[in-house]
Each structure stands twice: as structure tokens, then as C-alpha cells.
């Protein structure tokens, strides 16, 4: 008896803890929103919409790298400021920004950020840094591409492996991020549009829908040609067998671009924040950060920083010092 | 191979050495999952028992949309709470798109299906015998309500853990609502994800198994809990 008189206690309870949250389940939850992040963050907690937290979407490729947790870490120590930062592949974290959930876009493809400052949803856009993408393969080269031009070797990876020669295969990212639109401008200069020619062209192209530490290891387990970022090359060179086939050239040049949202079509932005940080990492300190990243874990530099005149003239073309607080 | 011997050494290593950043995420994800089992199992666990103990019109129809609910695919559950809470969509003033707080409500939106659908389940599983029982006895309704409650409490609590097991398993919607955001929404499935992608191999199994060493002492406190 006594314990069907607790299970009716209980069942009571749950009865009436349903109805709570009926009434008020977003809404009991809501304050909490507010309050745990200060138990549960080590950083300076803020309220989500102003305050100094600076919201920044970034690229998985640039992130994985490991630079911008080291400048969060530098910025966060120096300012106080909150860096939340969101890596998520270059077209989510477009839109993102398009959505005003974000103030910073941290990314790296130039015409995705032109057509994102044309539409009018960002301001101060500044290049920071650049390295540049590799085309990377088997060490055996089956198409005989090393040491050519990158577009000169995307011709010859075309008609080999439309015409099936053996071992001539292509993993591409397939996935519209920064370094799938750098190879879809490739192909284009090598005179192939994307689309109607590559795309489909037969088993010697496999798109593969990941990421691109997730690509490299399906390159090489096909023993295919990929097209890759430097830093995520190196981060996972000792699980591939895969080698650097070509890495000179204007056409792989990778250009890091930060941009603030703009204000005025997203009125949530906290552009006073975002604005010193993007002074702040154009800084002579902040580039100098860039510029030492990597040397420690793979003797070299990943990113060189962009210094003017250098970065007004071609291949680059953009603005990478001026004050954006100032202007 | 060799990474998921070495990520078990490193598990080991991590566990032993209490890194900060692992218990961090450890504590964050057991947060977030907890949270939402709990208040999943307050909507799932009544209104399963509600559906269960009245007949209605459609109850078969019900029943079987819950089934199929299982299988909600974990990131269009994060999709759907994304454009909810995105600043640009209906409650985008609360704030709550990448804190726990949002990753909370999505895990419990995914888990309130399974939940319900296996309390009916579970409770139709001790019926047949247990019913005729209880009548043949003369009991009242509510006493035998009662009584087919407490012979169902095993089948109940595998299904308040399953639920569980799925919010601290899954990728799908804490990557979207909460973005991985370090120190403040990053949780365990989210690091193995990263860290597969950034090339750590035996940094990731190592997550992997602390997780599963998680949901074990959950499951056996659950456990002990039940049988006092």
C-alpha cells in the first residue's frame, strides 16, 4: 500500500510538472539562456546581444588550422572581449552573416565575399593574409603533371581522365566551399565550364560532399588528385599518401579576407566591436601573429600577412591597413 | 589501426590527467543532454501514459507519426530550431542561437518522440496478464493504472536512457545550434568532429571513449536509482 501511495505521489507530480511545462516550457527555459552561460563559460559571460561579445563566423578550413584559437586566446587576454567563434564551412557562414547572426565573416573566397559586399550586408572589407592551395596526388603522378602551371595541369588531369587514362582520378570537395570555388575557377581558366564538362564527366571525377581533411584522407585512399589547402595538407600529412604534385602559381593564391556585417541592414551588430577587432587584427601586431603561426608545429609559416603596397596590386587587389575605425 | 590503440592510451592519459578543456566539454555535454532528457521526459513520460491509458479517435494514427518520428533526422531538427532562433526568424530576440540553452531545446525536440512513443510502447508490454489480474482482484481503475505503472518502471527508464543515449550521441543539431563555439558550446560529439577534421585521429577516439564512459555511469546510476 505504502508504495502505491509514493507511485501516486509520483505520477502526481509528473502530471503537475507537465502542466508547468505546457504553460511555460520555452519560457522557463528563456531566463536560464540568460543565466547559466556566466556557470558555465570560464570567459567573461555578457548578455547575447550587446556587451563586449564579438560573434564571428569563420571557414572549417581556416579553423582547423588552430590560428584562430590562438588569436582568441591573444585578443580575449589583450581586450576582454568575448571572441565566439563559428566554424562552419564558407556557405554556411556567409549566410550566417546574410542573417544577422554574426558580426564578423572570416573567410576565404574572393568572389563569394564580392558578391556578399555587393548585396550590401557587409562593410569594411579588409584582406589579411594569403597562402597557397596545392594540388596534391600520389606520388607516382599518373598524369605527369609535376611542375607544370596549375592551369596547364588541370587541362592535362581533364583530357586524361576523360579519356580514361588509368590512375588518373580527381576527388573534388563538391560542397561549395572556399577551396570548391577555387577549383570550379580552375577548371574555368583551364577552359572547361564546371557545370556541363567536369561535373559528371565520368568516374575519373568524384565529388565527395566533405570537408577537407575528410577529402585529403579519400584522396589518398583512392590515390587520387585533390586540390587542397596548405595548412590542412600539412595538419594531415602523416596519415596520407599523398604528395604536393603542384604548388607554384598566381592561380593558387588563397587570400584571407575579414569583413564586419553591415549595421544597417543588421541592427543587432555590434559593429563597435567588430570594428576593433578587424583594426586590431590588421594591426603590426596582429599580423605578426598571423605571420609566426605554424613555424612551432611544421617549421614553416601557414599564412603570410598582407602588407601595403603589396596587397593594392595585382593578383590581390583589396585593402589590407587602412584604419576601419577611422574611415 | 594504430590511432585507435593510441586513442586509447590517450583516454587513459586524459582521464588521469583531468585535462581542463576535455572536463569542460565532458561537463557541457552531460549538461545539455541531461537538461534535455529531463525535460523531454516531462512532456514524453505523462503524455505517453496519456495516450496509452484513452482511447481517442486516431490513437493508431498517433502512435505510428511517434514511430516514425524516430527516425527525425538529428540535423533537421537543427535546422528547424535554427531558423526559429536565427535573429532573423520568430525568436531570434531570445537570444538563444549558439548558448546551451538553444542546443537544450533541440535535443529535447528530437528526443520527445522516442521517448513517448517507447512509454506507450513499454506500458503495452506489461498489459495483457497484468490487466486481467488486476481485474480478476477488483481493483479500481486508478489502482490498477497504478499498479501497471510500477510493473512498467524498467521499460519506462530504458526508455527515458535511450533517449538520452541519443541527445549525447548525436552531432546533428548541437553542431547547428550551437556551433562549436569553444569554451562556451563546444560538448563532446562536436570535438570528435573537429578533430576528425583537423587530422586528430587518436585525440578523437579518445573523445569518443570518454563519452561512452559517460553514458555508463549515467546508465548505472540510472539504474541503482530505480532498483532503491
Not at chain 1, 166 to 172: D, K, T, Y
Request: proline share 4%.
Amino acid at each position: 500500500m505504502s508504495s502505491g501511495t509514493k507511485l501516486l505521489t509520483l505520477s502526481l507530480a509528473a502530471i503537475l510538472a507537465l502542466g508547468i511545462c505546457l504553460a511555460g516550457c520555452t519560457g522557463t527555459e528563456t531566463p536560464d539562456g540568460q543565466a547559466i552561460p556566466n556557470e558555465t563559460a570560464t570567459e567573461t559571460a555578457a548578455p547575447p546581444s550587446g556587451g563586449a561579445v564579438l560573434r564571428i563566423a569563420t571557414t572549417t578550413s581556416l579553423y582547423d588550422t588552430g590560428l584562430l584559437d590562438m588569436i582568441e586566446d591573444t585578443y580575449e587576454a589583450e581586450t576582454g572581449v568575448d571572441l565566439l567563434i563559428s566554424s562552419q564551412g564558407t556557405g554556411k557562414a556567409i549566410e550566417l552573416a546574410t542573417r544577422c547572426d554574426v558580426d564578423i565573416l572570416l573567410v576565404h573566397s574572393p568572389s563569394q565575399e564580392q558578391a556578399f559586399m555587393d548585396a550590401g550586408y557587409g562593410v569594411n572589407h579588409r584582406c589579411i593574409a594569403y597562402n597557397f592551395f596545392q594540388i596534391v596526388g600520389p606520388e607516382a603522378d599518373p598524369a605527369g603533371i609535376a611542375g607544370m602551371d596549375p592551369v596547364e595541369g588541370f587541362r592535362v588531369l581533364y583530357e586524361k581522365g576523360t579519356a580514361g587514362e588509368p590512375g588518373v582520378l580527381f576527388v573534388s570537395r563538391g560542397d561549395n566551399s572556399g577551396t570548391h570555388s577555387k577549383e570550379k575557377t580552375l577548371w574555368d581558366m583551364a577552359g572547361y565550364d564546371y557545370e556541363t564538362e567536369v561535373q559528371g564527366s565520368g568516374e575519373w571525377y568524384i565529388e565527395a560532399g566533405k570537408g577537407m581533411g575528410e577529402t585529403l584522407v579519400l584522396a589518398s585512399e583512392k590515390d587520387a588528385y585533390t586540390l587542397t589547402d596548405e595548412g590542412t595538407f600539412l595538419a594531415f600529412q602523416t596519415d596520407l599518401v599523398l604528395t604536393p604534385i603542384i604548388d607554384q602559381g598566381d592561380a593558387l593564391l588563397n587570400r584571407y579576407s575579414i569583413i564586419a556585417v553591415n549595421p544597417e541592414q543588421c541592427p543587432s551588430v555590434n559593429i563597435e566591436e567588430a570594428n576593433n577587432f578587424i583594426d586590431w587584427i590588421i594591426s603590426d601586431e596582429g599580423k605578426g601573429l598571423i605571420g609566426s603561426f605554424g613555424v612551432e608545429d611544421y617549421g614553416k609559416a601557414l599564412f603570410t600577412p598582407l602588407y601595403p603596397p603589396e596587397c593594392t596590386a595585382s593578383p590581390f587587389n583589396c585593402t589590407c591597413a587602412e584604419s576601419v575605425s577611422k574611415a | 589501426m594504430n590511432e585507435i590503440v593510441q586513442g586509447f592510451i590517450e583516454a587513459i592519459e586524459l582521464i588521469l590527467s583531468l585535462d581542463p578543456d576535455v572536463i569542460e566539454i565532458t561537463v557541457r555535454s552531460l549538461y545539455v543532454s541531461l537538461s534535455a532528457t529531463f525535460f523531454a521526459s516531462l512532456v514524453a513520460l505523462p503524455l505517453g501514459a496519456y495516450i496509452y491509458f484513452n482511447e481517442f479517435r486516431g490513437k493508431r494514427a498517433v502512435i505510428n507519426l511517434l514511430q516514425t518520428l524516430y527516425a527525425l533526422p538529428t540535423v533537421i531538427v537543427g535546422l528547424a530550431v535554427f531558423l526559429m532562433l536565427s535573429r532573423s526568424g520568430p525568436f531570434g530576440f531570445l537570444g538563444m542561437l549558439f548558448t546551451p540553452q538553444g542546443m537544450i531545446v533541440a535535443q529535447t525536440i528530437l528526443i520527445i518522440p522516442l521517448i513517448t512513443g517507447l512509454t506507450v510502447s513499454a506500458l503495452s508490454g506489461i498489459d495483457r496478464e497484468m490487466r486481467y489480474t488486476i481485474i480478476s482482484l477488483g481493483s479500481s481503475q486508478l489502482q490498477s493504472i497504478i499498479t501497471i505503472l510500477r510493473e512498467a518502471r524498467f521499460a519506462i527508464l530504458a526508455a527515458v536512457l535511450l533517449g538520452f543515449g541519443r541527445a549525447i550521441a548525436e552531432v546533428g543539431t548541437v553542431m547547428l545550434i550551437g556551433g562549436n563555439i569553444r569554451g562556451f558550446t563546444r560538448v563532446l560529439t562536436t570535438a570528435i568532429a573537429l578533430n576528425t577534421s583537423m587530422g586528430n585521429f587518436s585525440f578523437s577516439i579518445a573523445l569518443g571513449i570518454i563519452l561512452l564512459g559517460v553514458a555508463l555511469v549515467v546508465n548505472v546510476v540510472l539504474n541503482l536509482v530505480q532498483e532503491r
